[in-house]
């Protein structure tokens, strides 16, 4: 089993920025991709950004340039850093941890971009 922990969610001015963190824990050696995902109401879950095998990144097209996944392996986290957000961004963020079969979710923490 693994154990996911969310944190860093809020509300924030368009334009501004949030750093989101995940910490894991549990059978983390199983891991082999992390990553963000965020489901905005009335919307399927998407693929925010994703550490896949190795250390290659994926970023959905609607945050390459202002979102960046990052990692600290000491502390078994991944950060999603949040720059130049918008009001599309709001969502509930959800951290994923996969193995070769299974996959784990956190909670869950909202981020609302708003004037």
């Known amino acids: 089993q693994v154990q996911l922990v969310e944190s860093g969610g809020g509300l924030v001015q368009p334009g501004g920025s949030l750093r989101l963190s995940c910490a894991a824990s549990g059978s983390i050696f199983s891991i082999n991709i992390m990553g963000w995902y965020r ?3 009335g919307k399927q879950r998407e693929l925010v950004a994703r550490f896949t ?3 290659s990144t994926n970023y959905a097209d609607s945050v390459r340039g202002r979102f960046t996944i990052s990692r600290d392996n000491a502390k078994n986290t991944v950060y999603l850093q949040m720059n130049s957000l918008k009001p599309e961004d709001t969502a509930v963020y959800y951290c994923n941890a996969r193995s070769v079969s299974v996959g784990y979710w956190g909670q869950g923490t909202q981020v609302t971009v708003s004037s």
Request: glycine share 16%.
């Open 53 to 55: 095998s190795g250390s």
């Open 39 to 41: 489901q905005a109401p």
